[in-house]
């Protein structure tokens, strides 16, 4: 009589985003709250499934249900997506990625600022990606930088920080959004911290308390403003750029946006000033 042959269980514990950008919301339900979003590439921890969706928790510790198609799961012990060798950091804010090597335009994706591809081969223009499903793409060379894997941001100068909210100006506002593709205003300071090598958490009320309190006369570019709406806490943050104005993204249908700190909304609502930098040192 033949043995019969026993069904080895697959441990699944993580998962990789497979689209550009897809949200996270607060229960297994799309029309649940936008709580965040991760982009292509992105590992997630999974708690638990139900009904086609998977309860995870982000790289920054932020947890929500994503939809189980947006993603794919590792089996046990399969390394994380772009964790070996080299991968192309995308650098500019939306970018191209071709999903067809000999036309172009072709079927295509826009992939977003901060994306980590793993890199196959180089081209004379272009550079040929692995995506986190199997599928090959190709990208401009133009639009990404070659990093290894395991990349973290330096630490860059307050400068830099300013620079980096700017060019995100006219971006819209979007609840739960962390994307050039549409922004809330602790998503919009969470990117602009992290491309300059200060990791800050998810939301405004976590940012406060991360942050140290000054004086907003000791203020400097790249401090950020906390303001409340005087019914629910910390609601809003910004980020002072100088000469008294701040860069945020507005709610009031602006989206990315420079204000005056001297106007009367803004100073009613003004909660206090914090300084996001290690030490006392300016960079």
Known sequence: MARKRRTERVRYSEAAVT???????ADADVKSERVTQAILGTPLMVAKSKRGWLRVTTPDGYR???EASATRRLKFIEPRYASKGRLGLVTSNVAILYL???REPGESITVTVDT???????QSHRF??????????WVRKED???????????VTSRKKIVEAGKRFLGVPYLWGGTTPLGFDCSGFVQLVCKMNGINLPRDTDMQFMVSRPIETKELQPADLLFFSNMTSGITHVGMFIGAGEFIHSSGKAIGVTISPLSDPYYQSALVGARRVWKNHADR
């Open 128 to 137: 040929k990606v692995r995506l986190p499903d199997g599928r090959a793409g």
């Open 144 to 154: 990404v930088a070659v990093r290894t894997a395991g990349f973290s941001y330096p």
């Open 116 to 122: 980590r591809l793993e890199l196959v081969s180089e």
């Open 64 to 66: 929500g249900w994503i």
């Open 100 to 102: 067809d090597q000999f």
């Open 19 to 25: 689209m550009p950008v897809v949200d996270l919301h």
